[in-house]
């Protein structure tokens, strides 16, 4: 059954096959599989896939192939022991790092208070990923040596469309608030005169205004089963990389506005702003002293918190890239 364009098959095609040894469905782009379409065949032993997703279907058959995805395998949720040992490693820096932050930031004297408050957002954000790969690591361990028999159930659950939910709540929060904090530093320094004492009410207003946005991006794929099918449940670890597979136009068109509008949106305004920063400092010709003094406090916490953004930039580059490559249906 290799290569003849098979899209759909019902959950009675194999119902008086049951002496079938080896099925071989590879190159065939089923959009989704019955749940148990395989569960008669008593005596398949080897079965081929173009997904691995879909040996989760069959995890009473001895060989299924492909045996991974590049992050999960048959016997584990993490593929990789480098995977398996850094999700405990990252998580726990994440978590420990931010919570860190969050305690000491309010006892800084010196701090510019409204630039705190944006930070402990930030870090409230950033902390959500080390929860998430927290319990990423938990089910792993949970699922350790048999995943195959739990794979399909794990990525259809509850527990994985909240920590997807939760992943991309972290995601966009964290993207959206380094976009506001990059946009003030600019205006500051690019337009000094404007910028003097920046506003309580406006910056308590913008943190809520992007926590509910963030909240809204991440939880709308619960909304609607129909429209997104399984967004969070197409790999093992819950988050949407290439939701060109989940067979619904609208969980694609969702995925492309998410990583391809707003991050890369933000990302390119991020690189805008920094260098008219640089540009602006560089050429700048102001000479009343209360104006130098601010853009001097300014251009100081803006080279700090390049290097925030610049760290996050390493790891939204090859999502850029591997969206792209996607939509153009290269094998990935």
Known sequence: MRKNKINHLNEHAFTHLQKLDELDLGSNRIENLPPNIFKDLKELSQLYFKKFQYCGYAPHVRSCKPNTDGISSLENLLASIIQ??????????????NIFVICMRPHIRSENKLHAMSIISLCCADCLMGVYLFVIGAFDLKFRGEYNKHAQPWMESVHC????????????????????????KYICIVYPFRCLRPRKCRTVTVLIFIWVIGFIVAFAPLSSKEFFRDYYGTNGVCFPLHSEDSGSTGAQIYSVVIFLGINLVAFLIIVFSYGSMFYSVHQSTVTATEIQKQVKREMILAKRFFFIVFTDALCWIPIFILKFLSLLQVEI
């Open 161 to 184: 469309q909240l920590m997807g939910s939760l992943a991309i709540l972290s995601t966009e929060v964290s993207v959206l608030l380094l976009t506001f904090l990059t946009l003030e």
């Open 84 to 97: 398996r040992v850094f999700v405990w490693v990252v998580s726990a820096i994440t978590c420990f790092g």
